[in-house]
């Protein structure tokens, strides 16, 4: 079993930044791929952004450009980095991580955008 700890999340002014991480009970290593995904309040969850094992990055229309997804290896962590932030950006955003046994999300953090 694996468990992800998103954090990181809180309030923002449209415009401003944010970074989150989340933390894993194991290696990246063993992770074929990791990414971001998020849900705004009466809608389905949408993938955000992705990372493959190779280091290779997608992302979303809605945020290429403005959002960043990395690795360390070393504290075992993923992060995003959110930049000029929208208000259509407010949701919660999750983690998940995809390997040879399964996946694995964790429990999610709010990020809301508003003045």
């Known amino acids: 079993q694996v468990q992800l700890v998103e954090s990181g999340g809180g309030l923002v002014q449209p415009g401003g930044s944010l970074r989150l991480s989340c933390a894993a009970s194991?290696?990246?290593?063993?992770?074929?791929?990791m990414g971001w995904y998020r849900q705004a309040p009466g809608k389905e969850r949408e993938w955000v952004a992705s990372?493959?094992?190779?280091?290779?990055?997608n992302y979303a229309d809605s945020v290429k450009g403005r959002f960043t997804i990395s690795t360390d290896n070393a504290k075992r962590t993923l992060y995003l980095q959110m930049n000029s932030l929208k208000p259509e950006d407010t949701a919660v955003y999750y983690c998940k991580a995809v390997g040879s046994y399964g996946g694995s999300w964790g429990q999610g953090t709010q990020v809301t955008v508003s003045s």
């Open positions: 194991r290696s990246i290593f063993s992770f074929n791929v």
């Open positions: 990372i493959m094992s190779g280091g290779s990055t």
